[in-house]
């Protein structure tokens, strides 16, 4: 039998990273939250309430930070390559200062250039920031997208040269996101469909999954669209989680919803998982 994985969500922080972040975990019946330390649609670097870092850090909730939607380290844009830096310096920092178990970085696009040039970059800026981690700090967990444009990374198989680029450094985990592998076209609702995705992302990230971001798909499998849907609602259905929670690549690795609607769809969506995790 897997080991029994926590299950949580992404929360709010209104009032305070703890304060709210705590009052709203509680809401939802989450295990572990990820939250926002920055504005996740703007440039914008909160410096944080120490008393409030401390409280969080105390709580001993197992807790991850999204860095800004806006960050894209292999944009050729020098402003937006500038600002994406400093984000990620800036929330594994914060990370650190929570006690965070990860911090979680969209993969990026190449915009209008190659794969290839891209990759140089994000290599020449991130592992900088890769070696400046703490022992105790936080790992950087790439988190594939749907596909659509430019992304570098949607395909389980992309993350094969995103690691190489990056020497395979051993502070980069990844954080698998259900309704991107989806969209990118893992088809998870197919009979064999999850065990055949974890298995191909053994093969490239040996012991690099840290978190699964759970979400269904209001679109079909290969569609490139990132729209989120309540668990068992969409495509994808519930029994591929179920499916995902007994794989042994994915034994005891987080959960975390990030579904529409508030705090009672978000409740039901996570009383569903722990459903399925207590028929393991």
């Not at 969209?106 to 991130?126: C, D, K, M, Y």
């Not at 989806?182 to 088809?187: L, P, Q, S, T, V």
Request: charged share 20%.
């Amino acid at each position: 039998m897997s080991a029994s994985p926590p299950i949580g969500g992404h929360v709010t922080v209104s009032g305070g990273l703890a304060t709210g972040g705590l009052a709203n975990m509680a809401s939802i019946g989450a295990e572990i939250i990820q939250v926002f330390v920055a504005n996740p649609r703007g440039w914008a670097l909160s410096a944080g309430d120490p008393a409030q870092d401390a409280r969080l850090r105390e709580a001993g909730v197992t807790t991850f930070v999204h860095t800004p939607y806006l960050v894209n380290l292999g944009s050729p844009d020098p402003g937006t390559l500038e600002k994406s830096v400093a984000a990620v310096r800036h929330n594994l920092r914060r990370g650190a200062a929570i006690g965070a178990a990860g911090v979680v970085m969209h993969t990026g696009s190449a915009v209008n250039r190659s794969r290839e040039e891209a990759l140089r970059q994000i290599r020449e800026h991130l592992l900088p920031l890769l070696d400046e981690i703490p022992d105790d700090g936080p790992d950087l967990l790439l988190e594939p997208m749907a596909g659509q444009g430019r992304m570098l990374c949607a395909t389980v198989d992309d993350l094969g040269p995103y690691l190489e680029a990056l020497d395979h450094h051993p502070r980069v985990g990844v954080c698998l996101d259900t309704c991107h592998a989806f969209a990118a076209g893992h088809d998870l609702a197919a009979p064999g469909g999850v065990a055949a995705t974890l298995d191909a992302l053994h093969e490239v990230a040996p012991g690099r999954l840290k978190l699964l971001h759970a979400n269904d798909s209001k679109d079909a499998c290969g569609s490139k669209r990132d729209r989120h849907e309540n668990i068992g609602a969409g495509r994808i259905g519930e029994q591929a989680f179920a499916e995902l929670m007994r794989h042994p690549v994915a034994a005891g690795v987080p959960l975390c919803i990030e579904t529409p609607g508030g705090a009672g769809k978000h409740r039901a969506d996570i009383e569903l998982l722990k459903k399925l995790r207590a028929s393991l």
